[in-house]
């Protein structure tokens, strides 16, 4: 098992280019998360789906879309880059077929964004 | 809305020292929390959660419904313990929001 695999590792793109963070999992988990990590914010929740055709909003979701095809992939789209979102973005994953109480979280390697 | 805070941004302690971080939560129900740990150039990774009342490397972490804390405790601290440490509060019912704290950097000196 590969678990969480996300590309590219680092990005560098100009203010208001567009991209798209790739994250997959083979574990066959059905929640899929995106964070955004900030030195003294933490680890902040930007969208997560359910399950493949559902997605929701996180915490700090403006500037970025998600959707779920498949229950393997969970692409994070940037559509205007601005400097603001200048992040390490990381991808998990965690299976609901447990206890609700019982989740664990996998997550990716990252993925270290600038925007100039 | 959930919270977690994690008071310190950094924790610097020497080996064979005992170590706590704090992590102070806010939810009115259930609570279901987690410590999860990156080390240096490696993805971050569940330590220990409050349901499973588990010690991993040494670590415990006890839930304290009274004042709403799962501080982390190590009696004696490894060198091989400085990373980055985040509570998190889990998805409770009616929500799969995961909430994390800001993180608490051990460092463990020699």
């Known amino acids: 098992n590969a678990g969480v695999t996300q590309t590219p ?36 929740l930007i969208h997560y789906s359910v399950g493949a055709g559902i997605t929701d909003q996180g915490e700090v979701p403006n500037g970025y879309n998600v959707s779920r ?27 609901l077929s447990g206890a609700w109480f019982s989740d664990t979280q996998y997550f990716g390697p990252g993925t270290r964004l600038t925007v100039l | 809305a959930q919270r977690v805070t994690q008071p310190e941004k ?22 279901e929390l987690f410590w999860y740990v990156q ?13 499973s009342r588990e010690s991993i490397k040494g670590f415990t972490a006890d839930l304290n419904k009274g ?8 009696p004696f601290a490894q060198e091989e313990d400085s990373a980055m440490y985040y509570c998190a509060h889990g998805r409770a019912s009616g929500t799969y929001k995961y909430i994390f704290g800001t993180g608490t950097r051990l460092k463990v000196l020699a």
């Open chain 1, 9 to 44: 590792k680092f990005q560098v793109l100009k203010t208001g280019q567009s991209m798209t963070l790739q994250c997959a999992q083979d574990m066959n988990h059905e929640y899929m998360s995106w964070y955004r990590q900030d030195p003294g914010m933490g680890l902040r």
């Open chain 1, 69 to 95: 095809s498949t229950t393997e992939d969970f692409p994070l789209r940037l559509l205007s880059a601005a400097p603001s979102q200048t992040s390490v973005y990381f991808c998990a994953s965690t299976s």
């Open chain 2, 10 to 31: 950094l924790l610097s302690v020497f080996k064979g020292a005992p170590v706590e971080l704090k992590c102070n939560y806010s939810y009115s129900g259930s609570p």
């Open chain 2, 39 to 51: 080390y240096s150039r490696q993805r971050l990774q569940l330590l220990l959660r409050h349901i």
């Open chain 2, 67 to 74: 004042e709403t804390s799962f501080h982390l405790k190590k």
